[in-house]
């Protein structure tokens, strides 16, 4: 993973007006304002708007925990956002993502050990990273295993994963204390 250089502090909560604070602080898990928010306290305004979406993308959508989370660690590496793909990777190895399967995502779409569907899942964030479409020949294996929602998920969240990535990066939020990697 590349290195970047914080761009963006990380703001303090306590000299928000209360209303964008609670906005912030609406996103806080088991008590935690992971890093990430605390940088976009910055836009109180963007976080009110962007995080719905996020949540669908995040919980509500209609892929399996694991498909998702194979798409996020995926397009997370190609970006090399180091964030994204470190607070992702625990979340993913909780739901019963294996070492094995994190090494795979690394490779790529041709790692020995994906299936058909999860070749597909990988080759369709490369295809997105690298053409901005998903290839008809990605887009037909993909129809065999899920619906048109479930391939309008995909898509989403790839998208919204890089621009998660972009945003990371192009900010240099720094890991969180508890990630591994963090500077203690």
């Known amino acids: 993973m590349i290195q970047r250089k914080q761009r963006i502090p990380m703001r303090d909560l306590s000299t928000m007006a209360q209303e964008d604070r609670e906005a912030i602080e609406k996103n806080a898990m088991g008590g935690r304002i992971f890093n990430i928010f605390k940088v976009l306290a910055h836009h109180p ?3 009110k708007r ?3 979406f996020a949540g ?3 919980g509500k959508q209609t892929l399996p925990f694991r498909d998702r989370e194979l798409l996020i660690l995926r397009i997370g590496w190609l970006n090399q956002a180091e964030y994204e793909f470190a607070q992702h990777e625990l979340i993913a190895k909780r739901g019963g993502v294996s070492d094995e399967d994190i090494a795979r995502i690394k490779e790529g779409p041709k790692a020995v050990g994906w299936s058909e569907k ?14 901005s479409v ?3 020949a990605t887009w037909a294996t993909l129809s065999k295993s899920y619906s048109t929602e479930q391939l309008m998920d995909v898509v989403f969240t790839i998208g919204q994963y890089n621009l998660v990535s972009w945003a990371l990066n192009s900010f240099g939020v720094p890991l969180d204390d508890f ?3 963090a500077k203690k």
């Open 118 to 131: 999860e070749a597909a899942l990988m080759q369709a964030a490369d295809d997105l990273y690298e053409n």
């Open 45 to 47: 305004k963007l976080v």
């Open 50 to 52: 962007w995080t719905p």
């Open 179 to 181: 990630l591994p990697g």
């Open 56 to 58: 669908h993308i995040l």
């Open 134 to 136: 998903v290839s008809d």
